[in-house]
């Protein structure tokens, strides 16, 4: 009877035994398992993070290509129109409105007769240095600047921003008459560099509704300009002396409030029926004025000294020369 008692005991304390070690054995391994898993995802944890840097590399390297390349083409193109195509304010699709712009055309008078005094490379670096200068101040003054043919140029204000249309005006007409200021300049540096005949520039601004817009086809366009206004800004520029600024009534009536001009006479353009009233530009007024009272105070200074120096007998001749000259003076006092 003891005897089976303590063999079921033993029996039963075995297949405990058995059971836990069935039970640590499920363990181990379940633990084996997850180990493995752990490592597993280790590995793609690290090679996740190696792909993640590789990838950020990528498209820093990416992105500083595209920023080199919007640099590049950013040249091409006059900077309000490239802020407005990637600030997505205008589609680079064949589009175009009418608008009331101030157009601008300047050239460099007898231009093919220095250029073929010069040999190719002066001829680019001259051309070159012409084209940066005038460019910085056109920029300076918010113009677009539409394009350079040669040595010529073309400008406008009004698109693809205004400050509305009198502002615009101004703007363009103070840009010319910095344009002549920097001209004088540059002649001095070119007769230094060895060029005898100084280069003057002929300005022509003429302010209208032109049609502004992409033209092209599909896959090439050009941002330009296209009318009438054109036209007789070109035609003014053609007309105008070397060194001079010409421009239209229509200008003038929007800049004479702050431009001191003179009357030019009236114009033909060819597919317009009626003349052109034209003007050009002297100067800001108030540089004009200060300039004025300047020569008025040394005229006066002088016409003072000729009175006290007077003899006592004048002949008639003298006399007659003396009243005009004051009359003359006169007038011209009248006139401002």
């Known amino acids: 009877m003891a005897q089976t008692k303590d063999n079921t005991a033993r029996s039963a304390a075995e297949t405990v035994e058995a059971e836990v070690a069935a039970g640590l054995l499920v363990l181990q391994q379940e633990n084996e398992s997850l180990r493995s898993e752990l490592e597993d995802l280790r590995v793609l944890y690290e090679a996740t993070i190696e792909h993640g840097e590789a990838v950020e590399d990528q498209l820093a390297d990416q992105s500083a290509r595209l920023q080199d390349l919007s640099k590049k083409l950013a040249k091409y193109l006059s900077p309000q129109v490239y802020q407005s195509i990637f600030e997505g304010r205008q589609d680079a699709k064949i589009a175009a409105t009418r608008k009331k712009l101030t157009v601008f055309f300047s050239d460099i008078a007898d231009f093919t007769e220095t250029a073929d005094r010069l040999e190719s490379e002066e001829l680019t670096g001259i051309l070159n240095e012409y084209l940066t200068e005038m460019s910085n101040i056109a920029l300076k003054h918010g113009a677009t600047i539409d394009k350079y043919v040669g040595d010529?140029?073309?400008?406008?204000?009004?698109?693809?921003?205004?400050?509305?249309?009198?502002?615009?005006?101004?703007?363009?007409?103070?840009?010319?008459?910095?344009?002549?200021?920097?001209?004088?300049?540059?002649?001095?540096?070119?007769?230094?560099?060895g060029i005898s005949k100084p280069m003057k520039c002929r300005m022509g601004i003429h302010t209208d509704y032109c049609t502004v817009g992409n033209f092209g086809s599909e896959d090439r366009l050009?941002?330009?300009?296209?009318?009438?206004?054109?036209?007789?800004?070109?035609?003014?520029?053609?007309?105008?002396?070397?060194?001079?600024?010409?421009?239209?009534?229509?200008?003038?009536?929007?800049?004479k409030d702050h431009i001191k001009c003179a009357e030019n006479g009236e114009v033909t353009v060819k597919g317009i029926a009626y003349p052109?009233?034209?003007?050009?530009?002297?100067?800001?007024?108030?540089?004009?004025?200060?300039?004025?009272?300047?020569?008025?105070?040394?005229?006066?200074?002088?016409?003072?000294?000729?009175?006290?120096?007077?003899?006592?007998?004048?002949?008639?001749?003298?006399?007659?020369?003396?009243?005009?000259?004051?009359?003359?003076a006169l007038d011209r006092l009248t006139s401002d």
């Open 222 to 255: 050009d941002y330009t300009i296209i009318g009438r206004g054109v036209n007789t800004a070109s035609r003014l520029e053609s007309l105008s002396t070397p060194g001079s600024i010409l421009i239209s009534f229509e200008t003038w009536s929007q800049v």
């Open 276 to 328: 052109v009233s034209t003007y050009e530009v002297i100067g800001l007024k108030d540089a004009v004025s200060d300039q004025r009272l300047l020569e008025l105070s040394a005229a006066t200074q002088q016409l003072s000294d000729l009175v006290h120096g007077l003899p006592d007998q004048i002949s008639p001749e003298v006399r007659d020369t003396l009243r005009q000259s004051l009359q003359t």
């Open 152 to 193: 010529a140029i073309l400008i406008f204000f009004g698109d693809p921003e205004s400050r509305g249309v009198t502002e615009d005006a101004l703007a363009c007409v103070r840009m010319a008459i910095e344009m002549q200021e920097r001209m004088k300049q540059l002649q001095e540096v070119w007769r230094r560099a």
